[in-house]
């Protein structure tokens, strides 16, 4: 910890060196290119006001001068270039008594020749310079261009003006005028031009950027001196400020934030913003830590939830596929069932077509009557096959009722695993609701236990449903069978009786046809039961399958609730684990 205060106090005056060095030289940047700009406007705007000043004034001399000449006259010599014409000397004298007046150092005339090149007429100095030229010179030559923008204007348009002021390795600084010459139709025959010295305004703009930049260069230090004092006091409280946050960052949220400067300034406002600051943040911390630790809790909890769920899953898969082996079974049953009761019919129908055929030989030949004692032996024995074939039937639709009782008590298991099911999706919502944001997933998981739930109720209620309508269509087609029996034993009786009764059939013969006629209606009422038992019996084997259906669905939904939970449980570890990662985070502050 010492040594990282340590690195930071040398990394801060580091920064803190930089930061100031580097506000400085942007400031000096910033002064020396605004004092350079202004530097140049001013001196640039004093040369504008020299310039327009003294342009103006030799302009207007040359205006005069203009005025002075005869343009007809002066046309003439352009046209003739002749210097023996009295005008040409009476004007070179006029022009030398002018430039030597006003101080000029050239002063000169200029025109158009024929061939459309430009050339001196009437200069205004004495033949005997070297500088002289003669009427006719050329004033633009191969290596060097005299005529200037302003001169063009004025030998084309009529417009006076002047040029910038210009440095020459002879005379110095120089500049340049010049005024139209009209004939007396207005016609412009040529110019008048002059070149000023301008030494005194060279020293003058010398003597003016001096100053300029002179002064700029004193308030410049000035305002550096300001500046580089003005960020010293600005940037002192808030290295203190970034004391305090590098604090802060190690995790120390006792830091006591001072105000070293009093003052009630943006600086104070920013003292008293991160005070703010670190006490808010240390309350939230605290509040994290305390909502990290009811995490946890609810945690340990959920994961407690999530085993109880998933061993109340894995019970009721088990009893699911238990009861969907004892619906196999008693399928089986019901299919063994059917397949006697139609053998039963089977027999029975061999029977009576034998008792009709029996009926007919009786009333044909009463007096045979006695050779049939066979047939009635055997119709006996059909009978008595017939009566334990019904009495098995019976035993077997007992064995299904007590099976159905065994589904009652399946359905109500069914009943309390949905109902201690319901209570757990319950708690799990409750805390998940409690855990806010952080318990979403959770929500939802226990929403879709508490529909699994709810489905196993109500297929625990189908279930119900199915085997009351098994129980009572049994109990039914037992008592139907009971009758069923009962009829076959008054046959078995009859048959009997009628056995007796042949022994003395020569004098009974008309009684033996009549107790036939009766044993006829009576297979005839056993046809009627056989069939009604079949029908009960197909229908309880429909529900016996539709019950088996539900069985597989219910015993899908339950792996499935299984499932869910195992992933509850897998989802709360991962939970637990990020807790964990996010307490030992929230651990690293001191508050």
């Known amino acids: 910890m010492v040594n990282n205060l340590s690195n930071s106090k040398n990394t801060?005056?580091?920064?803190?060196?930089?930061?100031?060095?580097?506000?400085?030289?942007?400031?000096?940047?910033?002064?020396?290119?605004?004092?350079?700009?202004?530097?140049?406007?001013?001196?640039?705007?004093?040369?504008?006001?020299?310039?327009?000043?003294?342009?103006?004034?030799?302009?207007?001399?040359?205006?005069?001068?203009?005025?002075?000449?005869?343009?007809?006259?002066?046309e003439s010599l352009v046209e003739n270039l002749n210097d023996e014409d009295p005008y040409y000397e009476e004007l070179r004298q006029y022009l030398i008594?002018?430039?030597?007046?006003?101080?000029l150092r050239f002063l000169f005339t200029e025109s158009y020749l024929k061939d459309g090149t430009t050339a001196y007429i009437v200069?205004?100095?004495?033949?005997?310079?070297?500088?002289?030229?003669?009427?006719?010179?050329s004033v633009n030559t191969e290596n060097e261009t005299i005529d200037t923008e302003e001169t063009i204007k004025a030998l084309t348009e009529g417009v006076g003006g002047y040029t910038d002021f210009y440095e020459t390795e002879e005379w110095g600084m120089l500049f340049s005028a010049f005024a139209p010459i009209y004939n007396s139709e207005g016609k412009i025959v040529g110019i008048v031009g002059a070149d000023a010295p301008a030494n005194d305004v060279k020293s003058m703009i010398d003597s003016i950027t001096f100053t300029v930049v002179s002064?700029?260069?004193?308030?410049?230090?000035?305002?550096?001196?300001?500046?580089?004092?003005?960020?010293?006091?600005?940037?002192?409280?808030?290295?203190?400020?970034?004391?305090?946050?590098?604090?802060?960052?190690?995790?120390?949220?006792?830091?006591?934030?001072?105000?070293?400067?009093?003052?009630?300034?943006?600086?104070?406002e920013i003292y008293s913003a991160f005070s703010v600051m670190i006490k808010n943040t240390a309350n939230i911390i605290n509040s994290i830590k305390d909502s990290v630790s009811k995490l946890l809790n609810f945690n340990s909890q959920l994961l407690e939830n999530a085993d109880a769920s998933s061993s109340a899953a894995q019970d009721v898969s088990a009893n699911i596929v238990e009861a969907?082996?004892?619906?196999?079974?008693?399928?089986?049953?019901?299919?063994?069932?059917?397949?006697?009761?139609?053998?039963?019919?089977?027999?029975?129908?061999?029977?009576?077509?034998?008792?009709?055929a029996i009926y007919k030989d009786m009333k044909l030949e009463q007096e045979a009557s006695l050779t049939r004692k066979d047939e009635?032996?055997?119709?006996?024995?059909?009978?008595?096959?017939l009566s334990d074939i019904a009495r098995t039937t019976d035993e077997n639709l007992n064995r299904?009722?007590?099976?159905?009782?065994?589904?009652?008590?399946?359905?109500?298991?069914?009943?309390?695993?949905?109902?201690?099911?319901?209570?757990?999706?319950?708690?799990?919502?409750?805390?998940?609701?409690?855990?806010?944001?952080?318990?979403?997933?959770?929500?939802?998981?226990?929403?879709?236990?508490?529909?699994?739930?709810?489905?196993?109720?109500?297929?625990?209620?189908?279930?119900?449903?199915i085997a009351n309508s098994i129980d009572?269509?049994?109990?039914?087609?037992?008592?139907?069978?009971?009758?069923?029996?009962?009829?076959?034993?008054?046959?078995?009786?009859?048959?009997?009786?009628?056995?007796?009764?042949?022994?003395?059939?020569?004098?009974?013969?008309?009684?033996?046809?009549?107790?036939?006629?009766?044993?006829?209606e009576e297979y005839a009422m056993i046809q009627d039961e056989l069939d009604k038992a079949m029908k009960r019996f197909n229908e309880i084997n429909k529900l016996i399958k539709e019950f088996s259906g539900k069985m597989e669905v219910i015993a899908a939904t339950a792996q499935e609730q299984a499932a869910m939970s195992e992933e509850l449980k897998a989802s709360t570890s991962i939970l637990k684990d990020v807790v964990d990662v996010l307490e030992n985070k929230i651990n690293t502050f001191r508050t």
């Open 215 to 268: 002064v700029i260069f004193l308030g410049f230090a000035a305002i550096t001196t300001l500046i580089a004092a003005l960020i010293s006091g600005i940037l002192r409280p808030i290295i203190k400020i970034k004391d305090y946050a590098l604090e802060i960052s190690n995790g120390n949220l006792f830091v006591n934030v001072e105000n070293s400067t009093k003052s009630n300034n943006e600086i104070g």
């Open 324 to 356: 969907a082996n004892s619906a196999s079974d008693q399928e089986k049953i019901l299919d063994e069932a059917v397949g006697n009761m139609d053998k039963i019919k089977e027999k029975l129908d061999t029977a009576v077509e034998k008792l009709k």
């Open 12 to 74: 801060r005056k580091l920064r803190t060196s930089s930061i100031k060095r580097t506000a400085i030289v942007w400031c000096i940047i910033v002064l020396a290119v605004i004092g350079t700009i202004l530097g140049l406007i001013i001196v640039n705007n004093y040369q504008d006001s020299l310039k327009l000043k003294e342009g103006e004034k030799i302009l207007s001399v040359l205006e005069t001068v203009s005025a002075s000449i005869d343009g007809d006259k002066y």
């Open 472 to 520: 009572s269509k049994a109990n039914e087609t037992i008592a139907n069978m009971n009758l069923t029996i009962n009829t076959v034993d008054e046959g078995a009786n009859l048959s009997k009786s009628m056995q007796d009764y042949l022994k003395y059939v020569t004098g009974n013969a008309e009684d033996n046809v009549n107790n036939i006629s009766k044993i006829s």
């Open 376 to 385: 009635i032996s055997k119709f006996e024995e059909s009978i008595s096959l």
């Open 123 to 137: 200069d205004g100095n004495e033949t005997n310079k070297e500088d002289f030229s003669p009427i006719g010179t």
């Open 400 to 465: 299904l009722l007590a099976e159905i009782k065994n589904i009652y008590i399946f359905t109500q298991t069914m009943n309390d695993i949905a109902e201690q099911t319901n209570l757990l999706a319950l708690n799990a919502g409750i805390e998940a609701a409690r855990a806010g944001d952080s318990g979403r997933g959770f929500a939802v998981v226990a929403r879709e236990i508490q529909k699994l739930s709810q489905g196993t109720k109500e297929s625990a209620q189908n279930i119900n449903e």
């Open 97 to 103: 008594k002018v430039k030597n007046t006003t101080g």
